[in-house]
């Protein structure tokens, strides 16, 4: 189960979900026109169900910048929100694999038990964003046959990445769907799986104030910058 927060516990980091108030999303729809009578978008307000924290573009300066991925049934429109700090009720993670695994298709269920499994072997929690998430937290179809599983490793500096992706790796030899994802810092800081496992001696790292390049090994360190 979702166990928000309140905004002011923790800042929200990318693919944190964001709760906004009623009064917050009146304001976030009134620039988007027609979006403001869409049925399914008051349908989600109505609900109360999230949005993802994303990164801010450039002409963003205030505000906390959200997405609403609406799903392939409404044209997988991407909705770029800019919410007031004002509105923000509450911030959680994404769903973990286990909250993930009720609303995943059956022939999913295998590979999901088998990452329970190394997550747990290597202290690294894992949860899941983008298509299985949306599904997990609305109940509308957001995964198709030619969906990927995206994941979000939560690590520590003494956990061995090396042998963590060598893992995943093995999982998704038999997995019925590609496993893409990233490994995550506590500090947000984040790099795809598969360009950490191609052994690169730079990093593309991620974070919500924007991407830069990092040594291997800083990345592992907890390291900011070069």
């Not at 997995?175 to 500090?187: Q, T």
Request: glycine share 6%.
């Amino acid at each position: 189960m979702i166990s928000p927060c309140k905004s002011a516990e923790r800042p929200a980091r990318r693919h944190d979900l964001v709760f906004v108030s009623p009064r917050g999303w009146r304001a976030m729809l009134d620039p988007h026109g027609d979006l403001a009578c869409d049925p399914l978008v008051l349908h989600w307000v109505e609900l109360g169900w999230p949005t993802i924290r994303r990164r801010a573009l450039p002409s963003e300066a205030t505000g906390l910048a959200l997405g609403l991925p609406l799903p392939p049934s409404a044209g997988k429109k991407r909705l770029s929100l800019l919410a007031g700090l004002d509105d923000i009720i509450a911030v959680a993670r994404p769903p973990s694999l286990r909250e993930a695994r009720l609303s995943a298709p059956p022939c999913w269920r295998p590979t999901l038990d088998r990452l329970e499994e190394l997550t747990l072997r290597h202290s690294a929690p894992a949860r899941v964003f983008g298509s299985l998430a949306w599904q997990s937290l609305t109940g509308l179809d957001y995964v198709t046959t030619g969906s990927d599983l995206d994941l979000l490793f939560e690590t520590r500096p003494e956990i061995d990445l090396d042998r963590l992706v060598a893992d995943l790796a093995e999982v998704e030899i038999e997995a019925p769907m590609r496993l893409d994802g990233e490994l995550m810092r506590a500090d947000g800081a984040a790099v795809n799986w598969r360009e950490f496992s191609a052994g690169a001696s730079e990093l593309l790292v991620k974070s919500i104030d924007g991407v830069s390049l990092l040594d291997r090994a800083q990345f592992i360190s907890g390291a900011t910058r070069p």
